[in-house]
């Protein structure tokens, strides 16, 4: 993964921590608070800290890393009439609204759990502000209009973009974003110095893209009244001081990983080498443990290709030369989720052992770890049925081979082994034709 | 230097690269490939390795050994190696950018490999605009490198010799081969070698979404390398690179049959969420699913099989198409010389066997984790596994734990040895050493070194001349003659202060636990024997500590069954004087310690306390 979308709040915090170093000449108005339940806000607006929560009209909205939330009508504001929400009010809207599932207009399903609770802002329409940027092939892109809000898309034809080659700075970049800043904006000066800083927030803190609609300029001070993000999360190494700590939540309506996933997960991040499980159908019949991340995907490809997807249990692979012990944790955690259940229709699983012709992974020594696993799993896996099909190369493979034919026969269970004068994905035709 | 965009050919036979990380298995297969397609010269000409404390790395080129320098510094080597225009970028992810950012700045490197997986986005792109403004090449990021087959392979790609064998990766081919995933290029060179006749140059380009190199600006310098006849292109959902090539196909910028193929169809039945393979794979727009990537390629004239189960059969077919227009011909197959095989690896194959110059039955650490007597060090170690240091000690002394009255014994030796205070020879000679400046080492061996016949040996002695005593069943009275007759005073025997009136406490709690614990004391009862016939002559000739010592550890010797010639061999091989060594390196460090903590100045010794008698010296 790369590019991972975060929260509003903890965006926002990202500002919070590094708010001097790029808008220290403008004053920062970040009081924000996330909560689960309406009960946790009534709990977290007796500390001092929160004493706002009481003090003032608010405004809450969901925050689960989906936008277009006034459109999906997931903001709250007002009861009455704009500003009159109070903390108690809050309270109750977020219990009743996390009660039931909700379908977003873009069709995902699913419970609201996380919320973010702000000031309520009075402003004019006219001063809503729109400021994005992302990052394209050749150069950056920073998108400002003068006429933000929830209707953005209505008035692309305002939004002014510019692309900026990277490493442009100094009176370049100045000159770059000068030119496009909307004239509509009143105060065009401080619109244009806020533009720039906050270019510069973006480029710096690894954005991948950074979209504040609207935000507001009273004075001296900047309101972020609504803030998508997605980071780069390969820079984690160079921002974990910058960051802060940053939760990457599952999209809305998927799934949240299991634990067999988030265990593989753990594995893969301690790891050199690279572990990745995705349970797509934990009752599906086809189960792949497969070597590489672009063998993996093909080998999926032409399951969903011969058979349709519905059959397929899980997306995963390993690479990367595993050791014998990671391998056969991940290959146990998979034959556990295998073997929980009979197929439906009572008919042999099969699992399909594959991967490519390996360039430097030793497949003797991450078969062995794969054995033992089914040494672990043989007896369950006899009992549900379960059909191997084994298809790989690379170095030491034939020992690999010869070692898994030797193990699944002593065990007791089906195989077929094949090396690389196999078609890579043959396998998959022969286990369907069986 | 010549310029990449100038040269259809990306490698030669006589390219040589700088190989940054002192990769030493990657490098060695570079330099067999080099002996399989006869190099006159290695392809790697330098290491770089900023905390490297060797200045040569030692390697196979064919059968015999050569030295690769090792360098700290890109500069350094590329000033040392000027022929050499190629870096091999196996930083890790966190140096990768800037390793690669002043390589490009030298004016020698022409083309930069970048395997390291994870830079950062922004930084990857960088690389790519800095590369494109300078004019050069970079393969990857993530990614295991290129080949042109007979003149020269990045590190891992191909796999073993057999398998570049086998994939006809040793000799050039006609095919030009760009993929994405570096696992899927060997998939696809034996794909080609099975259904056509092998490659004539092949790219993995990496798998993140800012690959500093491209289809397109590979596949372009391929159309014009006369040797590439037709060109293959295994692309992936996500991004929109895959369209440049089908323009260029389209605006005839591309010639040369191509066929294509974009794996990731899977990614369409999910929403978003599933990330299938790498870090570029994912469809933002419709336009990035590998299904409308196929559907253009196919309206562009690409070919483009039903699946990758039908990739061989357009690849056979496109090859006998060209193979019957004589576009592509019969390749020569060169003689392939048998690799020198590495010894290790044809010993695990069982093809030779190999004498050992040592021995080694008490500890072993090849496995994950280290064992003493089989016993990994983890479950000796910690409290919890119940093991004490006396079970450490007869696990690597004697290969098997003892029982807990046993090792109980050792445990007291040991304790009860540690130290005689700073008066003993061995003690003075450690803190005069100590005193003299010397590190602790030094010092201590200084110490253990005055261990011998009149300092700690006694325990070996005493052990040895009772035992003869014992086992020749002399009587108390005729084993002290005999050792009088010897000539010996008996080892064990006798005490500066203690006597009979006076005992040694050391001693007599010795020889209680031994009464209570051991299941006999034979030799304890003879040499008590023996201390009553010497103790006539003189009240403090009883048995000493060492003496109580040497004789208890043969009696635990006996308990626990080991033959005489087995105690024999202890005793003769110094095991006894082990524990005193042992125990006595406490105390000995102890006072070098206290030396330490204490700063005095060198010692040396007061004239008044040497006797001077230089009388009979020689005068002039």
């Known amino acids: 993964m790369a590019q991972r979308a975060i929260r509003e709040y903890e965006g926002k915090k990202v500002f919070e921590n590094n708010w001097s170093r790029f808008f220290g000449q403008f004053k920062p108005e970040l009081r924000t608070a996330s909560v689960a339940s309406g009960a946790e806000l009534l709990a977290l607006a007796e500390d001092e800290q929160h004493a706002w929560l009481t003090q003032m009209p608010l405004v809450v909205k969901p925050d689960m890393v989906f936008g277009k939330r006034g459109l999906n009508g997931l903001v709250l504001y007002k009861i009455q009439q704009a500003g009159d929400v109070m903390l108690p009010d809050a309270a109750a809207w977020v219990d009743e609204i996390s009660q039931t599932p909700i379908t977003l207009l873009s069709g995902q399903s699913g419970r609201l759990s996380r919320f973010i609770v702000e000031p309520f802002i009075p402003h004019e329409k006219s001063a809503e502000w729109y400021i994005s940027a992302r990052m394209e092939e050749n150069h950056d892109i920073l998108s400002l209009s003068a006429a933000g809000g929830v209707e953005i898309e209505a008035h692309w034809d305002q939004v002014k973009q510019i692309a900026i080659p990277p490493g442009t700075e100094g009176t370049a970049l100045e000159e770059l974003i000068r030119q496009e800043i909307p004239v509509e904006a009143g105060d065009v000066e401080r619109f244009f110095q806020f533009a720039v800083s906050f270019y510069r927030f973006f480029r710096a803190l690894h954005f991948s893209y950074l979209e504040i609609n609207p935000f507001l300029l009273s004075g001296d001070t900047v309101y972020l009244l609504d803030l998508v993000a997605r980071v780069d999360d390969t820079a984690g190494f160079l921002m974990e001081k910058h960051w802060g700590p940053l939760y990457f939540p599952t999209p809305f309506g998927m799934k949240a990983p299991g634990a067999e996933e988030n265990a593989i997960k753990q594995a893969d991040e301690k790891s050199g080498a690279s572990l990745k499980l995705t349970v797509l159908n934990p009752q599906g019949r086809i189960w792949t443990l497969v070597a590489g991340g672009g063998a993996s995907v093909v080998y999926a490809d032409t399951i969903a290709d011969l058979i349709g997807v519905e059959e397929l249990a899980n997306y995963g692979e390993y690479s990367g030369n595993p050791t014998t012990e990671e391998t056969a944790f991940y290959a146990k955690t998979l034959l556990d989720l295998m073997t929980r259940e009979p197929d439906a229709q009572g008919r042999d699983k099969i699992l399909i052992i594959g991967g490519a012709i390996a360039n430097f992974t030793d497949v003797a020594k991450t078969f062995t770890g794969i054995i033992q696993a089914l040494d672990s799993y043989a007896h369950k896996m006899q009992t549900i049925g379960v059909k191997i099909y084994v298809r790989r190369g690379g170095p030491n493979y034939e020992v690999g081979l010869r070692n898994i034919k030797q193990a699944a026969l002593a065990l007791g269970l089906p195989i077929e082994v094949y090396g690389p004068d196999t078609h890579m994905t043959d396998i998959v035709r022969m286990a369907l034709r069986a | 230097m010549s310029n990449v965009s100038d040269s259809a050919q990306l490698f030669t036979p006589a390219t040589q690269a700088i190989f940054w990380n002192n990769h030493q298995t990657a490098i060695q297969r570079m330099l067999d490939y080099d002996t399989l397609v006869a190099r006159e010269t290695p392809s790697v000409a330098a290491i770089v390795s900023p905390t490297s404390g060797s200045r040569f790395g030692k390697f196979f080129f064919g059968t015999s050994e050569i030295l690769i320098p090792i360098y700290r510094s890109t500069l350094e080597a590329a000033q040392a190696h000027p022929h050499a225009d190629v870096l091999l970028n196996f930083a890790s992810f966190r140096r990768a950018h800037r390793v690669t950012s002043e390589a490009l700045e030298i004016s020698q490197i022409r083309c930069i490999m970048v395997t390291a997986e994870g830079i950062p986005e922004r930084h990857a792109r960088e690389l790519k605009l800095q590369a494109e403004a300078l004019n050069k090449l970079i393969i990857g990021p993530a990614t295991v490198g290129a080949i042109v087959p007979g003149a020269f ?468």
């Not at chain 2, 080991?562 to 005793?571: A, G, L």
């Open chain 2, 153 to 620: 392979k990045i590190a891992n790609i191909g796999g073993t010799i057999e398998n570049i064998i086998s994939s006809k990766l040793h000799r050039p081919g006609a095919c030009g081969l760009v993929t994405r995933s570096g696992g899927l290029f060997n998939e696809l060179a034996n794909i080609i070698a099975l259904n056509a006749d092998g490659i004539a140059e092949g790219i993995a380009i990496g798998g993140d979404r800012f690959a500093a190199s491209n289809f397109i600006e590979h596949m372009l310098r391929m159309e014009h390398n006369p040797q590439v006849r037709y060109l293959l292109m295994l692309g992936e959902v996500g991004g929109r690179e895959e369209y440049r090539v089908i323009d260029a196909v389209r605006d005839g910028r591309i010639k040369k049959p191509v066929i294509g193929w974009c794996v990731g169809t899977i990614a369409e039945h999910f929403s978003s969420g599933v990330q299938f393979g790498h870090a570029g794979a994912s469809a933002n727009t419709e336009l990035e699913t590998a299904a409308h990537k196929n559907q253009a390629m196919r309206e562009a004239g690409i070919r483009v099989p039903k699946s990758f189960n039908d990739l061989p059969e357009i690849i056979s077919g496109v090859y006998r198409e060209l193979h019957a227009e004589g576009v592509i011909g019969t390749f020569k197959e060169p003689d392939i010389k048998p690799m020198p095989e590495d010894c290790q690896s044809a010993m695990r194959a069982g093809r030779v066997r190999k004498g050992t110059h040592f021995i080694c039955t008490i500890s072993d650490d090849r496995g994950d984790e280290a064992t003493y007597a089989g016993k990994p060090i983890s479950t000796v170690a910690t409290p919890d596994t119940g093991y004490g240091i006396a079970d450490v000690i007869t696990l690597l002394w004697f290969k098997r734990r003892y029982p807990q009255w046993a090792s109980d014994f050792i445990e007291t030796v040991i304790k009860t040895v540690a130290d005689h205070g700073p008066a003993v020879s061995g003690a003075h000679n450690a803190r005069v050493t100590a005193r003299a400046g010397k590190d602790l080492i030094s010092a201590l061996v200084s110490g253990l070194l005055t261990i011998g016949p009149r300092f700690g040996g006694a325990i070996d002695g005493a052990a040895k001349y009772f035992k003869l005593g014992f086992d020749q069943t002399m009587a108390p009275e005729e084993f002290v003659n005999y050792m009088a007759e010897q000539r010996m005073v008996i080892p064990g025997i006798g005490h500066r202060i203690k006597s009979i009136r006076n005992p040694d406490r050391r001693v007599e709690s010795l020889k209680d636990f031994a009464r209570q614990q051991f299941p006999a004391t034979p030799l304890l009862d003879f040499a008590l024997a023996v201390e009553q016939q010497t103790t006539k002559k003189k009240d403090n000739l009883i048995l000493n500590v060492d003496g109580t010592i040497g004789v208890l550890m043969v009696d635990m010797w006996r308990s626990l069954d080991y033959s005489d010639t087995e105690i024999d061999q202890f005793i003769d091989s110094g095991t006894l004087n082990a524990f005193f060594v042992l125990g006595r390196s406490i105390g000995f460090i102890g006072h070098i310690l206290d030396e330490k903590r204490l700063g005095m100045p060198m010692y040396r010794h007061p004239f008044d306390d040497i006797l001077y008698d230089i009388s009979d010296t020689e005068k002039e």
